[in-house]
């Protein structure tokens, strides 16, 4: 054994000779496809600062921070080329919970071409328009009371609650009338209307309503699209207080709605777009309806962004990364795209806000 191991150690290389050439070619700088020497700095915050100063900050971190710096990046681009038609998809609870003005505004001054929205945005948009509030809650009880006392007590007292916001049910029945009177009158015995139809007549309604009865508050997202020729799409309409009104009208008046005609009319225009972009709130159908309507165009998205907060690993469209609707042809493989993934009632004020700064609106 001794002379075995005696002959293994005279193989070995000397130090110096081979062990040391070895060595000095570990210090050579490895071939690194993905690496930039883009080291990450540090996020600065001061008083006084912008909202898009502090978006620029993020440019300097990472993780979440670096993703809403890349999708404020985008989305001024979108906004800022006027060869872009905007498709805007705003799913979740958005306008009671005080996102409705953004939506607007980016409405009226001409960022948004096409919108895909809930009936329950809808009805919320509606309520607003005509009188009706939105208020400040709880998912609190306190220490002595469970979340189901909490809630029974507003059942009691004909509250509804979304989360931490109120709304008395009293303001549905505002806005049955609404429809009744105002809305559905517009489009009946016309046959079979479309979706979008209907939310421009609702539109409409809204806005003169709330101007006639001098409404504290603004008319809102249909009104703004009404005004400025921006087409509501609602592909989901059914699913909503907006559809069962729809739908109860229906059984005793001459109206119905065709719920495939909003599909020509938003396909026309990603024919028509020179480019296109995508902004995406949320998930669920207002997500999947903007995104699809690419599957039939010749094009593809040129940019998109969406804010969720839902998670790409359950494999759902509502969390899935844009990355992933590349490889359905939904985004041209250049497309400038970011996902940011948190509560988008945080992040589409910064990004907003931060994005129009940028274009100077």
Same mark, same amino acid.
């Given at each position: 054994?001794?002379?075995?191991?005696?002959?293994?150690?005279?193989?070995?290389?000397?130090?110096?000779?081979?062990?040391?050439?070895?060595?000095d070619?570990?210090?050579?700088?490895?071939?690194?496809e993905?690496?930039?020497?883009?080291?990450?700095?540090?996020a600065?915050?001061?008083?006084?600062?912008?909202?898009?100063?502090?978006?620029?900050?993020?440019?300097?971190?990472?993780?979440?921070?670096?993703?809403?710096?890349?999708?404020?990046d985008?989305?001024?681009?979108?906004?800022g080329?006027?060869?872009?038609?905007?498709?805007?998809?705003l799913?979740?609870?958005?306008?009671?919970?005080?996102?409705r003005?953004i939506v607007a505004n980016?409405?009226?001054?001409g960022?948004i071409?096409?919108?895909?929205?809930?009936?329950?945005?809808?009805t919320?948009?509606?309520?607003?328009?005509?009188?009706?509030k939105?208020?400040?809650g709880?998912?609190?009880?306190?220490?002595?009371?469970?979340l189901?006392?909490?809630?029974?007590?507003?059942r009691?007292?004909?509250?509804?609650?979304?989360?931490?916001?109120?709304?008395?049910?009293?303001?549905?029945?505002?806005?049955?009338?609404?429809?009744r009177?105002?809305?559905f009158?517009?489009?009946?015995?016309?046959?079979?209307?479309?979706?979008?139809?209907?939310?421009n007549?609702?539109? +409409?309604?809204n806005?003169?309503v709330?101007?006639?009865?001098?409404v504290?508050?603004?008319?809102?997202?249909?009104?703004?699209?009404y005004?400025?020729?921006?087409?509501?799409?609602?592909?989901a309409?059914?699913d909503?207080?907006?559809?069962?009104q729809?739908?109860?009208?229906?059984?005793?008046?001459?109206?119905?709605l065709d719920?495939?005609?909003?599909?020509?009319?938003?396909?026309?225009?990603?024919?028509e777009a020179? +480019?296109?972009?995508?902004?995406?709130v949320?998930g669920?159908v207002?997500?999947n309806y903007?995104?699809q309507?690419m599957?039939?165009?010749?094009?593809?998205y040129?940019?998109?962004?969406?804010?969720?907060?839902?998670?790409?690993?359950?494999?759902?469209?509502?969390?899935?990364t844009?990355?992933?609707?590349?490889?359905?042809?939904?985004?041209? +493989?250049?497309?400038?795209?970011?996902?940011?993934?948190a509560?988008?009632?945080?992040?589409?004020?910064?990004?907003t806000a931060?994005?129009?700064?940028?274009?100077?609106?």
């Amino acid at each position: 054994m001794t002379d075995d191991h005696d002959e293994s150690h005279d193989d070995a290389p000397e130090s110096g000779e081979d062990a040391g050439e070895s060595h000095d070619e570990g210090h050579h700088e490895p071939h690194r496809e993905e690496f930039h020497h883009d080291p990450i700095a540090h996020a600065e915050v001061r008083a006084g600062m912008t909202v898009g100063e502090l978006a620029d900050s993020y440019g300097d971190a990472g993780i979440g921070a670096a993703d809403l710096h890349e999708a404020v990046d985008i989305y001024a681009e979108m906004l800022g080329d006027d060869d872009v038609t905007n498709f805007f998809g705003l799913a979740g609870a958005m306008v009671p919970t005080g996102m409705r003005r953004i939506v607007a505004n980016l409405i009226r001054d001409g960022h948004i071409d096409a919108l895909v929205t809930t009936g329950a945005n809808l009805t919320h948009d509606a309520i607003e328009a005509i009188g009706g509030k939105h208020h400040h809650g709880t998912e609190d009880p306190g220490e002595d009371r469970t979340l189901r006392d909490h809630d029974e007590q507003l059942r009691d007292e004909q509250v509804d609650r979304i989360y931490n916001v109120y709304l008395p049910q009293e303001h549905f029945a505002l806005f049955e009338n609404h429809l009744r009177s105002e809305v559905f009158p517009e489009v009946e015995g016309e046959g079979a209307v479309s979706i979008q139809e209907l939310t421009n007549a609702l539109g +409409k309604a809204n806005s003169e309503v709330n101007e006639r009865e001098s409404v504290e508050e603004s008319a809102g997202v249909a009104a703004a699209a009404y005004e400025n020729d921006v087409p509501i799409y609602c592909p989901a309409i059914q699913d909503s207080v907006l559809g069962l009104q729809a739908w109860m009208y229906s059984q005793t008046a001459d109206f119905t709605l065709d719920a495939l005609a909003d599909m020509t009319t938003i396909t026309d225009q990603a024919f028509e777009a020179e +480019k296109s972009g995508a902004m995406v709130v949320g998930g669920g159908v207002p997500k999947n309806y903007v995104l699809q309507t690419m599957l039939v165009s010749p094009e593809a998205y040129d940019y998109a962004v969406q804010l969720t907060m839902d998670p790409p690993q359950t494999g759902g469209l509502s969390g899935a990364t844009l990355d992933e609707a590349r490889s359905w042809g939904k985004l041209e +493989k250049a497309a400038r795209n970011a996902s940011v993934y948190a509560d988008a009632t945080i992040t589409l004020p910064l990004v907003t806000a931060a994005a129009r700064e940028r274009i100077g609106e």
